[in-house]
């Protein structure tokens, strides 16, 4: 291995020889634990657990890590089922990022059962490329990425400060090189009015549950002009407590989603100005307030993107370009990739007149089709993962290319 890294650090073909060796060795290591990938995948699909309880999921990949000589550090930005756990140390270093919490009712119909057990492989299999030479293979297990944003505590925590690429790949019903995924939030809007007898004294009420449909029927009119991918969905999360009283608390739930942070940021400035104005026209004062963790816009990484699409290619899948104009939801690899370049590839393992969070997909999680994608998908993370570690001039084109791109709120 010696003569491998010193043959990387030299100049011309001799780079790309070296690291052809260590993908060989990548492939042997991912074929030789096939089997025990997918009993993992298996097992975290049949036992599906929830945002920030995913305390078994947890413990099985960190045993697995441990067995295998990785350093594991538990409840990370103080985040109970988190872990990080790592083999070698300083830089470069690469994050493979292992979800796995599930939906409720459906269970793993996003298929976090074979991210986890891809980000797993990868990691064990990546280890290669640091025998003898400097530099740290990191797996993250980042829970509640359904909801709760485990990556955004652990972006905010430090986790990814001293990383080179975060690298994941996610199931689908396609075959894209890269994740049009949006800025998301959720906001809470509540309006106060006054309790009065609807028929013995209706003038002396303030109907705040007439202020909150007045805002559905405003948004209604301002969705019409808001920019590609930007939308608001509301439901009424409080609405009064009986007919014969005029309701004095309102309250709704509004989902925001918008192509960009800065776009998400000046939605949610359009939810507020909405809210004050049916307020002052409805005689009710609105408060709003945010509800859940900001998703920030995925930034692609484009070269490695590529990279990895390449390794694929090996294993018969071809990646392309998403369909212009269509969004396929929010992450929170979104908030990862702001800081560091990161890749979020789908690989489909089901048709196109399919799509996830539906029962068929939970069912396709563990497919056979999805053992196939599995052993592929590890394969290329990890040999991406060796491609960062060991390739200077491939690192310094992705950090380039990162600094080059809008900040998260641009």
Partial sequence: MGDDIRRIRAPGGRVTRALDDIHRKIHEEVTGRADALWDIA?????????????????????????????????????????????????????????????????????????????????????????????????AVGTPAEEGGGGKAAEVEAGVFDDVDAALMFHPGVHDWRRAPLTAQVQYRVAFHGRAAHPTGSPTEGVDALAALIELFNVLGVVGRRLPEASHVQGIITHGGTATNIVPEYAQGLFGLRAATTGALEELAGQLRTCAEGVARATGTRAEVERATVRYEHFRDSGVLSDRFAGHLARAGIALTPPVPGVYLGSSDIGNVSARVPAIHPFVAIMGEDGSDHTPGFAEAAASGRAREVLAAATEALACTAADVLLDPELREEARARHRAAPAAGE
């Fill in 42 to 138: 298996l097992r975290l699909h049949a036992d599906p657990e929830y945002a920030f309880a995913e305390h078994r999921a947890a413990a099985l990949l960190t045993g697995e890590l441990e067995r295998a000589g990785f350093a594991v550090e538990r409840g990370v930005a103080g985040l109970p089922t988190a872990f990080a756990a790592r083999a070698g140390r300083g830089r470069p270093a690469v994050a493979l990022l292992l979800e796995y919490d599930a939906l409720p009712g459906l269970g793993h119909a996003c298929g976090h059962n074979l991210i986890a057990a891809a980000g797993l492989g990868a990691a064990l299999a990546a280890r290669v490329a640091l025998d003898g030479s400097p530099g740290c293979v990191l």
